[in-house]
Every structure is written in structure tokens, then in C-alpha cells.
């Protein structure tokens, strides 16, 4: 469970970062990186909360 939480999180931070680099050149597919962050993130904070509940148990 805790492989999962890291690499959900750097997947989240490395789409973010990655979407705001091809913003910024123009080039396509900012908006599906950046769907791809937020989906991510999305995971990341369901996992990191339920291993922290069950980390608690």
C-alpha cells in the first residue's frame, strides 16, 4: 500500500509539472496531462488515507 501512495503522488506531481512545461511551449496535450494530475491526485488522497486509517488499527 505504501508503493501505491508514493507513486500515485509523484505520478500527480510529475503530469502537473509536465502540463504546466507544455502549456507554457503550446504544445498539444497540456489539458489530457492535466486531467491525468488531477486523476492522480484524486488516487493519491483516497490511498494515503486509507493507509494512514490503517496504519492507526
Known sequence: MRKIVY????LAI?????????????LMGAPLLLILSTF????FVISL????????N
Open 40 to 43: 492522480f491526485a484524486c488516487l
Open 14 to 26: 510529475c503530469f502537473f509539472i509536465i502540463s504546466g512545461a507544455f502549456k507554457l511551449l503550446q
Open 49 to 56: 488515507a486509507i493507509y494512514k486509517f490503517n496504519d492507526r
Open 7 to 10: 507513486l500515485t503522488g509523484v
